[in-house]
């Protein structure tokens, strides 16, 4: 009898053990898989997370550089000796200004080596100009430059605009009333001669238009390129014209007889 209950204890000693293995291994194994289901989770919320910081850096990168402009490009159809041909030096400095973005050359040309840059709404001390540049002076280069004239202006882009308005306003005045303007003082001290006959004659590039045929005149107005006025006297470098109803005179290197 005795060793009948000693094989019943040892039998339900076994079976308790066995009972205890497996309930280990089920929790070792539950184990593993939640260590493993953690390790893949915070893999793969790394991998997205240096993905997406990569594709957003990418992107602003590339969003970036697509938002950087080049200062604005042209074409002319005159020749490099054509231009400097031309070429006429200013006694004194003239203060303009950069209507956008423009490149700084080393000649007269698209063709001559940029070697700096103004940004819009920046001062430029012109010295010189060609039939369709302006020849600079740039601090910190020896060598004077040249920029396109049609992004330079006699004042800033915002202010030209308002002058434009003003003027557009004011200007009631037609031709024929301007020309009885007297500017007999200015001529006679100029010795400017009048044209028996009046003629048209062409804006090839943008210019100012002065009271008195001298760069030291004060600017009266501006003229667009390829714009029509009307010529009524002339000194040897200068023409006295009428424009929009006003009376002045304006380089004449920057004009061609139609």
Known sequence: MMNKSRKWLLALLMCCSMSLVVTGCDQLKKD???????????????????????????????TETESETEPQTFTTDTTLEEETATLVEYDTIRVMYALDDLNVRSQPSTDGEIFTSYASGDQISVV?????WYMVSVDGYESNGYVYKE????????????????????????????????TSAVDLEYGVETYAEE??????????????????????????????????GYTDRWYKISYNGTVGYVNKNLFSAD
């Open 199 to 232: 003629f048209t004659i062409r804006a090839t590039a943008g210019a100012n238009m002065r009271s008195e045929p001298s760069q030291d005149g004060e600017i009266i107005g501006t003229i667009a390129s390829d714009t029509e006025v009307t010529a009524i």
């Open 32 to 62: 593993t898989t939640e260590t493993e289901s953690e390790t893949e989770s915070e893999t793969e919320s790394e991998t997205e997370t240096e993905t997406e910081t990569e594709t957003e850096t990418e992107t602003e990168t590339e």
């Open 151 to 182: 992004f330079v202006g006699a004042s800033t882009a915002s202010e030209s605009e308002t002058d434009a308005s003003t003027t557009d306003a004011d200007t009631t005045t037609s031709d024929s009333a301007a020309a009885t303007t007297d």
């Open 128 to 132: 010189g100009a060609t039939a369709n």
